[in-house]
């Protein structure tokens, strides 16, 4: 929520010095509009401006490719970490329904891939959200921070223990392995929320648990 926040805050500060030298130049065209402000005033707006174009310019050449171009969140704090994981926490609850569904349907059955899911709306009826993991450093630095932006793609693993850490969801299709079936997230880094708060620094984001109702037969 507070990702949301400070980008739409973001944004409608930057409409809002748009809107205001639209008016400016509308006023200065029909005579009936009062006067405009006095010259101090239209040169701190000025500088607003200038700083808000500069600090858009920076996030879109420097930190939204490093790190997701939430340039104004490295002032919140940790807030920002814990900001992600209820998107990551519910989509990756909706793929896991999603290939029970599959599994009850099709006679103790797991899907090859997540894509078999994809292509019947009954299992999944919007695309695949992205697993945007923000981590901290070591330190609790944001210069040794590690992020996944905007990463939805699928990949096959035989196990969890293999993920790859390139952001995004695992799957386990290998049929022998007691993981069979099981949607992850693909990063090895330790979950925030239980590294944080409960000190199980041990349980990284592709080992988070997964409770089964079904068997793997």
């Not at 607003?48 to 997701?68: I, N």
């Not at 995004?168 to 290998?174: K, L, P």
Request: aromatic share 12%; net charge neutral; glycine share 8%.
């Amino acid at each position: 929520m507070t990702l949301v926040l400070v980008k739409a805050g973001f944004w409608l500060a930057i409409i809002l010095v748009v809107l205001y030298w639209a008016l400016k130049v509308a006023a200065r065209e029909d005579p009936t509009q009062p006067p405009p402000r006095s010259r101090r005033f239209r040169r701190s707006l000025t500088a607003v401006a200038g700083v808000l174009t500069v600090a858009l310019l920076v996030e879109m050449m420097s930190f939204r490719p490093l790190y997701g171009g939430f340039f104004f969140g490295y002032l919140l704090g940790e807030p920002m970490a814990s900001s992600t994981m209820p998107h990551i926490e519910a989509e990756l609850g909706r793929l896991r329904s999603a290939v029970e569904l599959y599994y009850a349907d099709h006679e103790g059955r797991y899907p090859e891939s997540v894509d078999e899911l994809i292509r019947d709306k009954k299992y999944l009826d919007r695309p695949v959200g992205h697993a945007d993991v923000f981590i901290l450093g070591s330190n609790g630095s944001y210069a040794r921070a590690h992020w996944h932006y905007q990463t939805n793609t699928l990949k096959n693993f035989s196990s969890r223990e293999g993920a790859d850490d390139s952001g995004g969801w695992g799957y386990v299709n290998d049929r022998s392995s007691p993981e069979w079936g099981t949607v992850f997230v693909n990063c090895t880094h330790p979950h925030w929320k239980r590294s944080r708060l409960t000190g199980d620094t041990d349980i990284p984001w592709n080992l988070l648990p997964e409770p089964k109702a079904s068997s793997n037969g």
